[in-house]
């Protein structure tokens, strides 16, 4: 049976698409049963709707508090059956209350390489830092911010002069291939937490490591087709 997977989303959505595309495609073991955003007019509801994939705005700003809306949030996709909660570009925090409902079932992608440039501005903090690896982080959410476990992280090399958005390019294309890997590590349901650790255990048949080209790596290795 493929996994549950529910997204939450507040912009464009392209970690979203790149979910959608790939489960229908067949490579992801994964059934994406709902997207929801929390503002009005992101493209992410486009996207669900072009892909046929059910959507809902649940627009934070009609609720008093942040309690009262994760609850709303909690209520939606406990009906739905997602067994796994996917934050593609959801910017907003969960309240306790939310993550006990879903026990190590959320995943979060940042674009930066954890625990350093938590935040909003992940790339653009690590930029004026002047880091010479920069990169993106899939992990779990826990109560603090972009702190939880981390399940992958990819770098790539910061080449000298370059802008944010070139660097900010290169590391979305890097969580279009980490953030579904990560998916699919969960839905083999090869994903053990040991503390702070995660580790990912064998396949049941081998899986051929992607073989980086230097412009980027990822650890642990991406598996094809990723
Ligand atoms: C990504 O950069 C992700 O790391 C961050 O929000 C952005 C979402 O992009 N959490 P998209 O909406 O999936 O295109």
Redesign the pocket.
């Known amino acids: 049976m493929p996994l549950r997977v529910a997204i939450l ?1 507040s ?6 698409q790149r979910l959608f595309d790939l489960s229908r495609a067949g490579t992801l073991a994964i059934d994406p049963v709902l997207l929801i955003c929390n503002r009005p007019g992101a493209h ?1 509801l486009e996207r669900a709707k072009q892909a046929g994939v059910p959507c809902l705005m649940l627009d934070h700003a009609k609720e008093a508090n942040r309690e009262r809306y994760d609850c709303s949030l909690v209520a939606i996709l406990k009906e739905a059956k997602a067994e796994l909660i996917v ?4 910017m907003r925090l969960v309240t306790p209350f939310f993550l006990h409902s879903f026990p190590g079932r959320v995943l ?4 930066a390489l954890l625990p350093a440039f938590p935040g909003m501005r ?2 653009a903090d690590a930029l004026e830092y002047g880091v010479r690896l920069a990169g ?1 982080t899939v992990h779990f959410v826990d109560e603090t911010m972009d702190h939880g476990q981390i399940i992958i992280q990819a770098a790539v090399p910061v080449t000298p002069d370059e802008g944010l958005e070139a660097l ?1 390019t290169r ?2 294309a890097l ?1 279009h291939r980490i953030y579904p890997q990560a998916v699919q590590w969960l839905a083999e349901k090869r994903v053990q937490v040991e503390g702070r650790r995660v580790r990912i255990l064998p396949a049941a048949t081998a899986r051929r490591a992607v073989t980086p080209d230097g412009t980027w790596i990822a650890w642990p290795p991406l598996e094809e087709p990723f």
């Open positions: 989303a912009g464009s959505g392209s970690n979203a992410a934050m593609a570009g959801y979060n992608i940042h674009p992940g790339a993106c900010q590391i979305h969580e």
